[in-house]
């Protein structure tokens, strides 16, 4: 992980989920969209998993406490929100 003057450094796909994420709080996004508006492709079954990898790392930078994380799995399993 990269640190500029104590603060990480998002990679562009990091940067996109969050930009989308804190577009509208509280909206939860499917793993499938989230990938379809970041990559500008229809998403593969396989690929949804990796959205789990890039939400692992963006709370690791941007959160104090990851394991009580603003960006987290919706409860119902529909996909990803930031409280």
């Known amino acids: 992980m990269q640190r500029v ?3 990480s450094v998002l990679t562009a ?6 930009r989308h994420l804190a577009s509208r ?4 996004y499917s793993r499938r969209e989230l990938l379809e ?4 492709y229809e998403a593969l079954d ?3 998993k990796t959205i789990n990898v890039h939400i692992s790392h963006l ?8 394991s009580s994380s603003e960006v987290r799995a919706d409860s119902a399993g ?3 929100r930031l409280r």
Do not use: M, N, W, Y
């Open 5 to 7: 003057s104590g603060a």
């Open 37 to 40: 508006l970041i990559r500008d």
């Open 25 to 28: 709080p509280g909206r939860v």
């Open 46 to 48: 396989q690929d949804e």
């Open 78 to 80: 529909r996909g990803v």
């Open 59 to 66: 709370r690791e930078k941007i959160e104090d406490d990851p």
């Open 13 to 18: 796909t990091e940067f996109e989920i969050l």
